[in-house]
């Protein structure tokens, strides 16, 4: 079955970086959609960043030039590199499959909706 396993949280200072990756099993790794989303207490789930099977990326206006995401198909690994972190950047961050090709949606929680999701990694960003 599909499975996703999230990793690389933690707490860091405003302006410092952190690689999230996940790490995927159950499916063809390079042929579906597999994205970022993020949730905040008392906020909707958003999409921060997704890629598709053609390698295809696309960006939260809120991160773009400061997020980068990758895949690395030999170790079926999604990366998400966050760069010059802000505090708003708080959040529990969750990576997702899209099979169906969705494009750029979110349901309004993270966990919920169309797609396969893992357990989530939280990312705290303090000044």
């Known amino acids: 079955e599909v499975q996703l396993v999230e990793s690389g949280g933690g707490s860091v200072q405003a302006g410092g970086s952190l690689r999230l990756s996940c790490t995927a099993s159950?499916?063809?790794?390079?042929?579906?959609?597999m994205g970022w989303y993020r949730q905040a207490p008392g906020n909707e789930c958003e999409l921060v960043s997704k890629?598709?099977?053609?390698?295809?990326?696309h960006y939260s206006d809120l991160v773009k030039g400061r997020f980068t995401i990758s895949k690395d198909n030999a170790k079926k690994t999604l990366h998400l590199q966050m760069n010059l972190l802000k505090l708003e950047d708080t959040a529990v961050y969750y990576c997702?499959?899209?099979?169906?090709?969705?494009?750029?949606?979110?349901?309004?929680?993270?966990?919920?909706?169309?797609?396969?999701w893992g357990q989530g990694t939280q990312v705290t960003v303090s000044s």
């Open positions: 159950g499916f063809t790794f390079d042929e579906p959609d």
């Open positions: 997702a499959v899209d099979f169906l090709g969705h494009g750029y949606i979110s349901p309004p929680r993270c966990g919920s909706g169309p797609y396969y």
């Open positions: 890629v598709s099977g053609n390698g295809r990326t």
